[in-house]
């Protein structure tokens, strides 16, 4: 481990601990030894980080203190660079331009080093997945998921019927081969996966569904995990 990613780690375990945390505890943690720690916070204290506290009775980290802007990895970004790329495969250009939005603001803030290794990390994600849908902005789906606001759908099923759904929409489901709309459908009363391809028109409807929210996906994860 990198000592400046070892320094940002220990910042880290004091945030995060609710009581003063001793240097065996945090060395235990790190997998490093108490002495490397102690030198470690005696760095962070001399760089006026407001660390307090003392050896052999615990450290506490000043409440108030914001750690400087994004320090990765190189192992973090790559992560990043991997799981941005793979958002071109949703099918949902409003994720997709959110993505490259995002590494423009992460190239903004990240050292030089980490910057180039982020434009340029040699992983490549195949452009092929879940098709775009014609007759829907999922974008919109996903407000009224977080407004819970329901939605009328027109929609064609594998057998090419068309019908007419009422649905609370309470998740997404990213396939390669389709994007699911998942919800409570109130023709069926029942859960209804609904391909976003096959959605000819979708309308958001006034009509909200807050209090049964968090039930409805509760449930639908409880089915889904067990299925």
Known sequence: MRRADRLFDIIQVLRLARAPITAAAIAAEL???PRTVYRDIATLQARR???EGAAGIGYVLRRGYDLPPLMFTEEE??????GLRLLRRTGDPALEAAARSVVGKLASVLPEGLRAHLAAAPFHVSDRGAPTPAGVDL???R???RAARKLQLDYVDGK???????VRPIAMEYYSEATLVCAWC????DYRHFRADRIVLATVLDAGFAPEAGRLRA???ALTQTG
């Open 143 to 145: 407000a009224a998921i």
């Open 31 to 33: 997998e490093v030894t």
């Open 49 to 51: 980080v407001p660390i």
């Open 186 to 189: 109130e023709l069926r009363a």
């Open 139 to 141: 974008a919109d789906i």
């Open 219 to 221: 449930g639908w994860r």
């Open 160 to 166: 090419g019927a068309t019908t007419r759904r009422t």
């Open 77 to 82: 970004a790559e992560a990043i660079t991997v």
